[in-house]
């Protein structure tokens, strides 16, 4: 028996988990995007131009993706809706404050980087 499983929207349609769930708890904890990869070697070789040009693609390509994954993403909320699937919204906010509790008051985080995390933390 699976009491839960934890996949994107679009893996829930294509291997058509919504014919045997009943609900969706909707977390929105990763929206998968653009991770461009380049030689540093190839990259310094570039002129300042040349860098702003690739940036100013990454971003828009970053973009695009992340605008066609969330209307993605919507769409099939929509879809799972019409089959009958229960939709849920996570109180995130609420799980992330139990969560970043837990582990401050526990000796696993004595040794990070809590200017990195609050950092992190503030980051949209």
Same mark, same amino acid.
């Given at each position: 028996m699976? *009491?839960?499983? *934890?996949?994107?929207? &679009? =893996?829930?349609?294509? $291997?058509k ?8 708890t909707? =977390?929105?904890?990763l929206? *998968?995007? +653009?991770? &461009?990869?380049? /030689?540093?070697q190839?990259?310094e @070789?570039?002129? &300042? $131009?040349q860098?702003?040009i690739?940036?100013? $693609? ?5 973009? %695009?993706c992340? *605008? =066609? /994954?969330n209307?993605?993403?919507?769409d099939? +909320?929509a879809? %799972? !809706?019409? !089959?009958g699937? @229960? ?6 906010d $609420? %799980? @992330? !404050?139990h969560v =970043?509790e837990?582990?401050l /008051?526990? &000796? ?5 980087d !809590?200017?990195?995390? @609050?950092?992190i933390?503030s980051?949209?």
């Amino acid at each position: 028996m699976v *009491d839960g499983q *934890d996949n994107p929207l &679009p =893996t829930v349609e294509s $291997a058509k988990f919504y014919e045997v769930q009943k609900s969706i708890t909707l =977390t929105n904890h990763l929206v *998968d995007s +653009v991770w &461009p990869a380049i /030689n540093t070697q190839k990259w310094e @070789s570039l002129t &300042p $131009a040349q860098q702003d040009i690739v940036r100013q $693609a990454i971003e828009a390509a970053r973009q %695009f993706c992340d *605008d =066609t /994954n969330n209307q993605r993403e919507a769409d099939l +909320v929509a879809s %799972f !809706k019409e !089959k009958g699937l @229960s939709i849920y919204e996570a109180d995130v906010d $609420a %799980f @992330s !404050k139990h969560v =970043t509790e837990y582990y401050l /008051n526990d &000796p696993i985080s004595d040794s990070w980087d !809590k200017d990195l995390l @609050s950092r992190i933390q503030s980051m949209d």
